[in-house]
């Protein structure tokens, strides 16, 4: 019985399982330092644009009442070409003015509603039985029709500057 050998072993075919195991683990540690490193430029970037959004920020808006002074200069020539669109244009400018003083929305009220806000304003109250009957004459202006003087028109110009200063100056002192 010597001619009869014994079967041999099988063959492995294909992989070694240990050696597809290390595999995969090295494929996934590959894949994990690149998930790392975009990870680390995505932050970096963030980082970096954070610190130039600082840089590229706009300046604070102007102080209300520079702005309602220079809206009064730009102004100044309709008092002889349209004494009207000048009354329309003033009222706004005060409107405007004092909803930036007082967080309120002036600018869409109207003349009755801007009165009655008045009086409950932190305002001087020497100025509100003024700027009430810089109110009305400026309806009367603006509605009836009625033709203003050059004087009034100044008058009422002056009035403005003095109300804008006098709030200015009471809200500055908070």
């Given amino acids: 019985m010597e001619d009869i050998h014994d079967i ?22 590959l894949l994990l330092l690149i998930g790392l490193y975009f990870l680390f430029c995505y932050i970096k970037k963030r980082l970096n644009k954070k610190g130039k959004e600082k840089i590229l920020l706009l300046p604070p808006p102007p102080p209300a009442d520079k702005v309602a002074l220079k809206e009064l200069d730009l102004i100044a020539d309709l008092m002889v070409i349209d004494p009207r669109l000048y009354y329309f244009r003033l009222t706004a400018v005060v409107k405007i003015f004092i909803g930036k003083m007082f967080n309120i929305n002036a600018p869409e009220m109207t003349t009755q509603e801007i009165i009655a806000a008045i009086n409950t304003l932190s305002i001087d109250k020497s100025m509100i039985a003024p700027t009430r009957e810089f109110f009305l004459s400026s309806s009367m202006v603006k509605y009836a029709g009625v033709l203003p003087t050059i004087e009034q028109m100044k008058s009422d110009e002056d009035f403005v500057k003095k109300f804008i200063d006098c709030v200015t100056l009471r809200r500055g002192e908070k």
Wanted: proline residues 14%; positive net charge; aromatic residues 4%.
């Fill in 8 to 29: 041999k072993p099988p063959m492995l075919i294909g992989i070694d399982p240990a050696i597809f195991k290390i595999i995969i683990a090295l494929i996934i540690i």
